[in-house]
Structures are given as C-alpha cells and as structure tokens.
C-alpha cells in the first residue's frame, strides 16, 4: 500500500512517497474489531503465516502461531503482518529509490526508530478502517513496537503482547549490534552503503554480522546440546585455522551464507539501530514507570529463562512498571532450554499461554459466543 | 633463547630451529626450587612484570600480581615470562621465517596446542636447570597451560594455579572464536595468510575479532556500569547508522584500533585454535577424572562470578574432576563485578588467595623462614 503523506522521523527527517507491503490472514468482523497486528523482529518480514503457492518454502515466519485453529487463530482474528520501512521485504527501504535523487536509497535512508514504524503501523491500520486493535503482538524487536503501541496509542489497542523482549537495549546488547556493523561498514564492498551503484553485496560482512547475532539467540545449552565440541567431518581434529572443524563453525557459516544471499547490508545497519535507540524511559529520565502512564491496554509479557539477550530480568522490569500503573498485566517467565530463538518456536506452554490470551481477547470480542 | 632439537607437535607438525623469548624476575635459589612459571592468554606475552627502561607505558600485563612485596613475590619466587611459538612477541611464530622456504611462515606456521606449548615451556626450565617448578600459574588460556602441566608433567610441578579457566571450550565459546576468525579470514587484506608478502595487514578484520572478544572479557554489568546507554558527544542522539552514537561503541572501536597496531593476524588463529582444541578429556572419552590420574600437584582454581566466558560452572568442573583423584585442591570463588577480565585485575579478595597460596608455597621452599 502507498502513502502519499509524508512519515515524519524521530530524526527529524522525513519519508517521502512511501510504500508499505502488509499480509492479512483471517477476516475482518463487521465491528472491525478482532483485528490483531503482528510486529517482526530484527530479519523477518510481513510474510507471518502460511506458504505462498508454487514455493513449498515460503512458510510463513511465525506460522507456528498464526493460523486457523493455531493460538492466534485466524478463523477469530483478523491477523496483519506489516513489513517496516527501513527493512528489505518490499515495503520502502534502503534498495529503493530516493524520489529526492532518483538514485537508490542506499546509506541516505534516513534513521528509522520503533516510534517511526509504529507510526507507520497506525496510518496502515487507518487505511483499513480499523481504529482500535484487539492486540499488537511480537517477540524481541517485535515486543518493542508492542508496547510503544501501547505507550503512544493508548485508544487504540486493547491487549499488547510482548514477547522476549525488554525496555532497551543494554550496553552488552548494543555492543554487540555495534561489532556486527563495523563488520559491514568496514566490508571494502561497502562503499559507505552506496554498494548498489558498484554492483556489489557487502556479503563478508553480513555473514559476521549474522553469526554473531546468531551466537546471542541461542542458547549455551542449546549449542551444547545440539553441537557440543563436536568435529564436523573427523573423529580426530585435523589441525586447521581456516578450514571447518567443528560442527558449531559449520553451523554458523551455513547461517552467515544464508543470511548474506537475502538481507540487504544498509537494512542491517538501520535495524539494529531501531533496537539501540528504542527507549521510552528516555523522555522521562529513565522513569520506566512514567513512560506507561497513558497506557490503558492490557498486557501479557513473556519470557524464557535462557534467553541471554533479553534475560527474564528485562521482562521484570516492564512488568513492574505496568504494575507501578496499576495495569493489567499477566506475566509467564517460560523454562525453556531455546535461549532468545524460543519465542519463535513452537513450546508447549509457551504457546498455551498464549492461546489462553487470545481466547480471553475473542471471549471480549464476542462475549456471548464464549459463553 | 634458541633450541636446535626440533619441537613435535600434537598435529603431526614439527618445529624446527625455534627461539623462546622469556623474561625471568628474582633470583633462583640453590636448590633451584623457587621457580614459577606465568602461562599468558590469548593476546600477552613474556613480559609478565616491571616496566622497560626508557618506556613508562611498557607494564607488565600481570605487574599488580608480580613483583617484590606482591601476592607472587619476587623476592622470594624466581618468576619465569615465556612467549609460545606461534604467538607475536618474539618467539617463533607466523612473522618468522620458515627455515623450509626462507619466507615467513605466514598461514602455513603449524597449529599449535597447549601441550605443545607446555613441552616448549619444559624444554625452557630444562635449559634454565629446574628440574622442578615451585608452582606453574595462568589465567583463562593460562589456566589450560597450568593444567596441562599438572596432567603430562606430574613430577615437574608442585603447585598448579589455574585461575578463570575451563577444562574445554563451549560450543558458544568456539562459536565466538570462529566468528572473530571469519572476520579476519575473510578481510581481503589476509590474502589466505600470506599478507606479509603482499605488504599488508588485514586490520578490519583484526578490528572486529578484538570487539567481539572484547565483549565476551566484560560482564554485562561492567558494561552497564562503565557505560551503560550513555551517547559519547551529546545528549539526545544523532541518529546515525556509521558514526558512534554511544559510549560503547567509541570503547570497543578504540580496542580494536589499538589491538590491529601490534597483533598478528595469524597468532590470532593460531591461539584461537590453541583455546578451541584443548580438551583433555577427549582422550578418555570424555571423562575428566581419569585425565587427571597420573597428577600430583596441588591445586588452586579461582574463578569469578560474572566471568560468563568462562564461569564458576567450568572451574567447578575441574574441582570434581580433581576431587575424585582425592588431589588437594582449594577453590575460591570470587564475587567480582568485572567478568572474565576480573583475573587480570587487583581484587583484593582474589589476591588474598594468592598471597595466602604463594605464602604457603614459600613456607614449603623454606620451612624453617615460615617459622
């Protein structure tokens, strides 16, 4: 969907001519009122559930959650899933041309914040006549924008549900988002994010990128469990810096590979920024508490206890300034061995929790039917 | 010094013709049972205490532990700083030549382990005349040597001092040495090793391997406390994607700048190689007890309690393992704020241990002085 009007930015910046590419699942009632948002993370997109036809891979990021019948039940709910801009799954980003220069975006995106894309969220949802979400829902950076929804537009979302997620990032969090950058940055293929005008993909320096952000999702119990000090192709080490010996290296490699075939270098720079600037404590002086006081929604947080990116504690902390505002907030703290990765996968009790939230919402939304 | 006989290697490799740069503090006594033996980590070297002469910034990297009056007290311990082959500071290592071919030896210097670096540090005490060591002690990768020591030199060490260690790295562990591995592997500077011939150094990637290393030396609350969310130059942010927003990232840059000035890329592999391979149980398929059978030192392990990199857990680890060889063995676990670095740092609780430990040692060198 475009948008004409232009986005103002935290930066002070603008977005000109905007672009935003969004899925639906499910249907939207007469009362347009079971209509729940799905906020991505970091590298995923608005491509939340299902598979497109002809591509048996295209599975949907969180279709373990979204669907008819699954805990965010798309025969109640009418489900959207927005890319943000800034990202690079189609909606307007660093790839796309500049209407200023007519040249590709490239470095010249402007900075975008979880406040922009919310911002940009809103406008979608106007578009589709829906003026008060049953819930906005995501995981991690997704959790974020969850609650600035509940921060910034109070009236208008019902339930936030904010999974794996904390109220900003750490020092050790932004440190390592700062590593992955330099390593793109300093990629020779980089050219100051212009790399669009030489033909080339700072492909080096995502692959670091992704491995190291993929060390901080898992788990050190998972790696142990599921790669160990295992050699990849020898029972006896064979000796060698560059070459792979244990299956954890292939592991990361494989991942680094991927990553660096689809995602676009300047998108990576702008998102892990989105995360290091998010922080609503901020205008207050660091008061958590003040920062909910126009909060009016409901709340469910989620964490797990593995989770070393953002520990359990973090979870705590927003959960004791909702409660500092009298909210109504319901908190699971999941045992979970996934580290970060949990909230996208499929636990038991995790989604439990989370299907008995969505039904508690459908039950508000047509009462009657829940009796 | 020099060495004609050739040094095998547990890879299959051999060393030919190699120098060992070592500094000695204090004076070996007459039965030459006053000798102790510092192991370095991952990026020190031989010079372990005091300051060079005409050089004020040239201190020592374990100076707050070494010297007269200190825990490791040099007027009454000879004190022995050994450089390992393969590292970067004048024993024989990548930037040498290959006595095969007369260039430097660049990617094709052999992989090293920590055994191989314990045989060379024996062959040092045997050219030195110690038959045996008053104590062997290191911190982290120093930790391993010390332990090794006591595995494959019984009868050449009384006491061992493995401090911040673990007895095999993680999978996480190596997850994040591989990744500062790509990043150097994969600068076009590195030139598959050979940079020397091409009269350049991949610096980026040296950049990049510091700071995530970096990262995993801190705890994160050292991090939050040092610098928490705090921007470098201005009160509100600036938004930018390649400039430094935040304290953190200015800390860590300046880390990396100063670390690809004076490290070499290959000793860089090469120790990271040294830290992913040790694993002496492997040879008893995986049981630690029985990789400790033939030991008779005494042990003392030290670790701390926000050392993620290497925690309490590992050392704990070592302390069954020695348990069950009914070794004598004294564990301490500090509470100290500054993660794995804490073993580097003057606590005055860790250096009580040591003192305490060091004082003992000598009572047992000169028991009628203990009196």
Redesign the interface.
Known sequence: MSFAQPLPL????VLRDYTLMFETYGSLNAERSNAVLVCHALNASHHVAGVYEGDSRSTGWWDNLVGPGKPLDTDRFFVIGVNNPGSCFGSTGPTHLNPATQQPYG?DF??V?VEDWVDAQARLCEALGITQLAAVIGGSLGGMQALDWAIRYPQRIRHCIAIATAP?????N???N??A???I????DFH??HYQAHGVVPK?GL??AR??GH?TY?S?DT??A????NLRDATE?R????DI??E??SY??HQ?DKFSEYFDA?SY??IT?VL??F?PA?EHGGNLSAAFAKARAKFQLVSFTTD?RFPPARSREIVKALLDNRLDVSYAEIAAPHGHDAFLLDDARYHGVLRARFEHIASEIAPEAAR
């Open positions: 935290r930066s002070g910046a470095a402007p900075v914040t900003n990032l750490s020092a050790q932004i440190a390592f700062e590593v950058r330099r390593a940055v300093t990629d020779p100051a994010g080096r692959r670091v491995m190291i060390i898992l050190d790696m142990a599921k790669f160990g000090r080490p000796y060698t810096t560059q010996e244990f954890i290296e990361l490699r680094g300047n720079l702008l920024r290091d600037y922080d901020r070393w």
